[in-house]
């Protein structure tokens, strides 16, 4: 049950679209189409963006999308706002009933 | 509109156990899975485990086995996760979540604070 893999920190300007990656396994992001996205400001819950790898929740704007390819899932954001700047994490389905999170990215609005 | 409403920070000795719980409302408690879900101080998203209210069924991540209890009451629409033999490493906040292959909705969080 490893942590998938982001990058530690992303950065843009506002108006700006960025990407972040998730890479996993073949145990988890590479076998299922169960991956969803959160959004963390500090000293607040979770909450969720996308799931099922491209699926909104209600409410939740569209300029946030998700993908997958093979092993790497993604999030992007696009027409950034200094009101997204906040904590990012993926999580993958890994089969047998278990969840397994990213270990998180940082993004900062420039 | 869905809540989950957790129980307050915890001061507790490392070697004791803690258990928090988690009030539901808003849907039908039975039809949804809860999650168990910690963070450490500056640190990412832990997953612990997860319970079937209707069932009471339940899987744990390897590294909580035999330490983690998560147990269920729908008469009060309520779960419980208790933690035992803390250690230091174990201050986090434990989050509560809605969903099986992802979550919707989030607890408010409880700080667990282990130090002598």
């Known amino acids: 049950q490893s942590a998938l893999t982001q990058p530690a920190s992303v950065s843009g300007s506002p108006g700006q679209s960025i990407t972040i990656s998730c890479t996993g396994t073949s145990s988890d992001i590479g076998s299922y189409n169960f991956v969803s996205w959160y959004q963390q400001h500090p000293g607040k819950a979770p909450k969720l963006l996308i799931y099922e790898v491209n699926k909104w929740p209600s409410g939740v704007s569209n300029r946030f999308s998700g993908s997958k390819s093979g092993w790497t899932a993604s999030l992007t954001i696009s027409g950034l706002q200094a009101e997204d700047e906040a904590d990012y994490y993926c999580c993958s389905y890994a089969g047998s009933s278990i969840l397994t999170f990213g270990g998180g990215t940082k993004l900062t609005v420039l | 509109q869905v809540q989950l409403v957790q129980s307050g920070a915890e001061v507790k000795k490392p070697g004791a156990s803690v258990k928090v719980s988690c009030k539901a409302s808003?849907?039908?408690?039975?039809?949804?899975?809860l999650q168990w879900v910690r963070q450490a101080p500056g640190q990412g998203l832990e997953w612990m485990g997860r319970i079937n209210p209707n069932s009471g069924g339940r899987n744990y991540a390897q590294k909580f086995q035999g330490r983690v209890t998560m147990t269920g009451d729908t008469s009060i629409s309520t779960v419980y996760m208790e933690l035992s033999s803390l250690r230091s490493d174990d201050t986090a906040v434990y989050y509560c979540?809605?969903?099986?292959?992802?979550?919707?909705?989030w607890g408010q969080g409880t700080l667990v604070t282990v130090s002598s």
């Open positions: 808003g849907y039908t408690f039975t039809t949804y899975y």
């Open positions: 979540a809605r969903g099986d292959t992802m979550v919707d909705s």
